[in-house]
């Protein structure tokens, strides 16, 4: 099995490489301005690069659009391109198959947006750096690598499904961009609808559990809800589940 | 009898709906190891359904399938592992180089990596392609595509390969060279071929078995030249003296005849299932046209083939449940 899942993952590789190297789908456009950015950011807002809470979300946020496109690509590419009824049709599992997708589009998001942090680090030093190293606090940097693991394995598992469901990449890409939105835009939405004592009270209490204590509620949340999508995913992704036409 | 294993694949009365369309209609099928097996059917007529059954892709409605002795909806990952797959496209990643397809499912399979270098080495010199190994395959010709795609289907040395229309796209010469690749696949490594095609020709050519299937149903199988002898041409070439361009159009007008075509003397007659010569001659001579020579054309197999189809339509197009 895992030599199996390796094998997929060897192969996703292979394909992503393509991608991300190709001037015409828009990859290394996509890659420049990630460095750019990594680049530009960190150079500009110095020490606070590495300490606002804020930037916390950048870089789940990062890897998780990256994983967004590559699971689009090879989910819903595979079957647009017409290798998929091939591939099920070798001595590779269906889960071997769907988990070495996943583990290939999340090392590979989250291996860009820790690229880029180191970059960014590096950035900031060279820029700023004259009064000593400016590094995270090492709770912050493990957090904040956690946080991109897990948001990367919930976009995979979303992605799946969004993948499944459509029958061209763009219209999956068109789906995952709705899916973003809902997702980071979502929550902020609902909790300015809710009334000013609720949201009052709210951060109030926030404030009593602690940040730590929030940060591990994330983690838990996260890590539960990617397990359901995943396990979801793999009980979609059947042979048998998956017509061709 | 129970499936002895000299059998590679038993198919009994095996069904498939796609909601309203009946792709596969009770087909029952038994195909013995080491032979290249042709199936032929109009387009639509279910051959590829009747593959993704075999290889346990789909399962069927009803019926029972197996495979190498392996049931289709119970062990189709064991049947999967043992099958090697040419499907309706050639799935190749044309991003990737072809070396790198094939090392793909070679170690999908598997394969050693010593063993691995030697194979793809060894077919995609067989095919020709060796050359050109590190080019992405989206760059290469529909052809060589295809020749890439059969390389990957036997490249693990399955016992039974699946090849869903394999020379289509191919040249006369690759087509040619096919052929002999799989004759000897057959015939040195006791390879089971389960092949469709559109091309009788190649059929009659390579196959030491065909079934016939239109409609879901199968209507004949055995070997070429047993189709052949159950197909009457219906075709009579005369040589004449004194053959209008008229008395042809009369003549195509007869009952029981199909058609009718004359070149100089020479008048090419069709006759409906098992109509006499007989007739036309006398009305020939009748018409005051010399017959100097009546000779039955040979039934090949596309003879019989368009028979079988013909026999179908007529029959009613009802019974064939496709769309
Ligand atoms: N996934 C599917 N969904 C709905 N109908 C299908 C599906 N696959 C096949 N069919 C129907 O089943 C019938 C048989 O199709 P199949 O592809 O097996 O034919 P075929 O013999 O391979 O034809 P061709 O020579 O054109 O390749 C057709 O009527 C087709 O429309
Ligand atoms: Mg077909």
């Known amino acids: ?245 | 009898m129970p499936n002895g294993p000299e059998l590679a694949i038993r198919a009994e009365h095996v069904t498939r709906d796609f909601g309203p369309v009946r792709a596969l209609d009770a087909l029952s099928l038994e195909i013995p190891k080491g032979i290249v097996f042709g199936f032929l059917g109009p387009n639509g007529a279910g051959k590829t359904t009747a593959i993704r059954v075999l290889l346990g892709l789909i399962d069927p409605s009803a019926g029972h399938a197996e495979v190498l002795g392996l049931d289709t909806r119970r062990d189709g990952s064991a049947i999967r592992t043992r099958c090697g797959a040419l499907l309706e496209h050639p799935g190749l990643y044309e991003r990737l180089s072809a070396y790198d397809n094939l090392d793909f499912y070679g170690r999908a399979w598997r394969i050693p990596r010593g063993d691995r270098q030697e194979r793809i080495r060894e077919l995609l010199t067989r095919f020709g392609l060796w050359e050109r190994r590190e080019d992405p395959v989206g760059r290469w010709s529909r052809g060589m595509k295809q020749k890439l795609a059969v390389a990957r289907a036997v490249l693990h040395r399955p016992a039974l390969v699946f090849l869903d229309e394999p020379t289509s796209g191919l040249d006369p010469v690759a087509t040619a060279g096919l052929r002999e690749d799989l004759a000897a696949l057959a015939a040195q490594e006791g390879v089971t071929v389960f092949l469709t095609t559109h091309n009788l020709n190649e059929a009659e050519r390579l196959c030491a078995q065909v079934g016939v299937i239109r409609g879901g149903k199968l209507l004949a199988v055995g070997s070429p030249e047993q189709l052949r002898a159950r197909g009457d041409s219906g075709r009579v070439d005369i040589l004449t003296t004194g053959i209008t361009e008229e008395l042809v159009r009369h003549l195509a007008g007869l009952p029981d005849v199909r058609t009718a075509t004359a070149s100089g003397d020479h008048l090419a007659v069709s006759l409906s299932n098992g109509a006499s010569v007989a007739p036309i001659v006398a009305w020939l001579v009748q018409h005051e046209v010399g017959v100097e020579e009546v000779r039955k054309v040979r039934a090949t197999l596309e003879d019989a083939f368009l028979d079988l189809m013909g026999a179908e339509t007529t029959n009613g197009e009802a019974a064939g449940g496709t769309t």
């Open chain 1, 1 to 245: 099995m895992i030599h199996d899942i390796w094998t997929v993952v060897w192969k996703e590789w292979q394909e992503f490489r393509d991608q991300l190297l190709s001037l015409r789908r828009g990859g290394l456009s996509a890659l420049i301005l990630a460095l750019i950015l990594g680049v530009v950011a960190p150079v500009q807002l110095g020490a606070e690069w590495v300490e606002s809470r804020l930037i916390i979300g950048y870089w789940p946020f990062l890897a998780a659009t990256m994983v967004s496109s590559l699971i689009a690509d090879s989910v819903a590419g595979e079957r647009e391109r017409h290798t998929l009824e091939t591939l099920l049709a070798s001595r590779l599992s269906d889960s071997a198959i769907l988990i070495g997708k996943i583990i290939a589009a999340v090392m590979y998001g989250v291996g860009f947006a820790v690229a880029n942090l180191a970059i960014g680090l590096i950035a900031v030093n060279v820029a700023h750096g004259e009064n000593g190293l400016i590094l995270f606090a090492p709770q912050r940097f493990m957090v904040t690598i956690v946080f991109t693991i897990l948001a990367s394995l919930l976009m995979a598992g979303i992605g799946v499904f969004i993948s499944l469901r459509a029958s061209t990449v763009k219209q999956a890409q068109q789906a995952f961009g709705i899916a973003i939105i809902v997702l980071t835009m979502g929550p902020l939405l609902l909790f300015n609808a809710l009334s000013y004592e609720t949201r009052t009270a709210f951060i109030a209490r926030l404030g009593r559990v602690g940040e730590t204590r929030i940060e591990a509620y994330v983690v838990a949340g996260l890590f539960v809800l990617s397990a359901i999508v995943i396990a979801g995913a793999l009980a979609r992704f059947k042979r048998g589940k998956l017509v061709f036409d």
